[in-house]
């Protein structure tokens, strides 16, 4: 099949991509003539396991290509939408000018029976709004809403092999024809037995948020968990293993800490708490504020602690800031709870020397004012405070002998709660979690 993909981001050129690989035909478009250069190259424009190795062999194929020239998407018969919703400057609603000026300028593109998909997460009306826009420029094109589910640092397998397929159609034959070219684009997943829910678009663009709202949800309810442990004597890890059991519950996305950050769940849950104002029904997910509230607050707990550890004060005091990253084999640092914790310590007089194995160039670009070592050896040399908040493999597999030796005091506090309490304070560490006592 031959496609477009517009917009070639964190979500645009792992789809592009992944589709390449499935055997389709696929043109990349993106506005930003430094990335298309990349990706020509098969370079990935930012950090993604596995990225670099399909746009490879894409590009090879000769099935994968890139351009500024949206003309390229002409000839397509599915056109993604894939460029970014982010959050308003100054407001919590989604910025949509992006997936308009897409449209606008694929429209002439357009040829009858084409299908326009659009796979950014937009505020629950958009694709309604989107398709009437259509209709009234006679392209004879229709348009269907198919968000993704995909997790930064999995993208390329959770796009090959997504858990489900949301396909949001319009009524009667239209619809039909939308589903089915859409079978045709996921023929893969499909003979995997993927399953799909075909539905309307409000329904589509709904499951979107309210799967983010949810995990959200879930990551800010064991961090309360973790407030009320502080000032009672708990433990929220245990609490969590014990809780997860019920498989009614389950484990997974209740790892208290410092909390959730990129692009996707704090953008999520106050746009849709915005529309939700705007529908009238403000009051149905208010708990989103709680939700957003509980999870700031865990940036500033963390600092806290570091002043408390650090006997009052950070001023002048060396601190090593494990991590930038908003999680492990990302990039990105988009709202990241590591980064915004590295940033306040500095603003208290800290000397933060910041260190990540991917995030240090985003981070500059953000807060040239931080100190940054690229070396975690640098970084903890003569450290007085350790502060893990980005729980990458390396820096859950440091030994607290070893790096004991580096710093100047043993004084470790894990931001994810991802080491071992017994072992760091049996090598001579004051260790603090969050939530534990
Ligand atoms: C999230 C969703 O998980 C994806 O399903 C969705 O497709 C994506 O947003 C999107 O809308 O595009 P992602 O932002 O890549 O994916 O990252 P997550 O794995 O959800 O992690 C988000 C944040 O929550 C990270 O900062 C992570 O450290 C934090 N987190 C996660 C916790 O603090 N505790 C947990 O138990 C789990």
Same mark, same amino acid.
């Given at each position: 099949m031959r496609m477009s993909v517009i917009g070639c981001g964190y979500l645009g050129a792992v789809h592009a991509a992944s589709m390449a690989e499935l055997g389709h035909e696929v043109v990349g478009i993106d506005v930003d003539p430094g990335k298309i250069r990349a990706l020509q190259a098969a370079q990935a424009p930012f950090f993604e396991p596995g990225l670099t190795d399909i746009l490879e062999s894409a590009m090879a194929s000769g099935r994968l290509s890139f351009s500024t020239d949206i003309a390229a998407a002409g000839g397509s018969q599915v056109h993604f939408i894939a460029v970014g919703t982010p959050q308003k400057k100054g407001e919590?609603?989604?910025?949509l000018s992006y997936v308009d000026a897409a449209l606008d300028a694929l429209t002439p593109h357009l040829a009858d029976g084409n299908l326009v998909v659009g796979k950014s997460t937009v505020p629950v009306g958009t694709a309604a709004r989107l398709a009437e826009k259509m209709e009234r420029s006679g392209s004879g094109a229709s348009l269907a809403w198919n968000p993704e589910f995909l997790r930064e640092g999995f993208a390329v397998k959770d796009t090959i092999s997504p858990d489900r397929l949301v396909y949001g159609v319009p009524a009667g034959e239209k619809g039909v024809q939308a589903r089915q070219l859409l079978d045709e684009v996921y023929a893969v997943a499909l003979s995997n037995d993927t399953p799909v829910v075909v539905t309307d678009y409000a329904t589509a663009e709904l499951v979107k948020v309210a799967a983010n709202a949810f995990l959200a949800t879930k990551i800010s309810f064991i961090n309360a968990m973790a407030e009320i442990a502080e000032v009672s004597g708990g433990d929220v890890t245990a609490l969590a293993d014990a809780i997860g059991y019920d498989a009614r519950i389950g =484990? =997974?996305?209740l790892n208290a800490g410092i909390g959730f950050g990129g692009g996707c769940l704090p953008k999520d849950i106050r746009g849709f708490a915005a529309r939700a104002e705007e529908l009238g029904r403000g009051e149905s997910v208010r708990f989103l504020l709680e939700v957003d509230a509980v999870n700031m607050r865990r940036r500033e707990r963390m600092v806290q602690m570091v002043i408390q550890a650090l006997g009052g004060q950070v001023y002048r005091k060396k601190v090593a800031v494990l991590g930038l990253a908003f999680k492990p084999d990302s990039d990105d640092v988009r709202d990241s709870p590591a980064l915004d914790v590295a940033v306040r310590l500095n603003g208290l007089g800290a000397h933060v020397i910041a260190t990540d194995p991917e995030a240090i160039p985003n981070s500059i670009r953000l807060h040239p004012q931080l100190g940054f070592a690229t070396d975690t050896h640098d970084a903890l040399h003569n450290a007085d405070a350790v502060v893990l908040v980005t729980e990458w493999k390396e820096y859950r597999e440091l030994d607290p002998i070893a790096t004991g030796q580096l710093v100047r005091e043993k004084i470790l506090l894990d931001g994810r709660n991802v080491l071992d309490p017994a072992a760091w304070r049996a090598a001579g560490w004051t260790y603090h979690g969050m939530g534990r006592p």
């Open positions: 919590s609603a989604y910025d =484990r =997974r996305f």
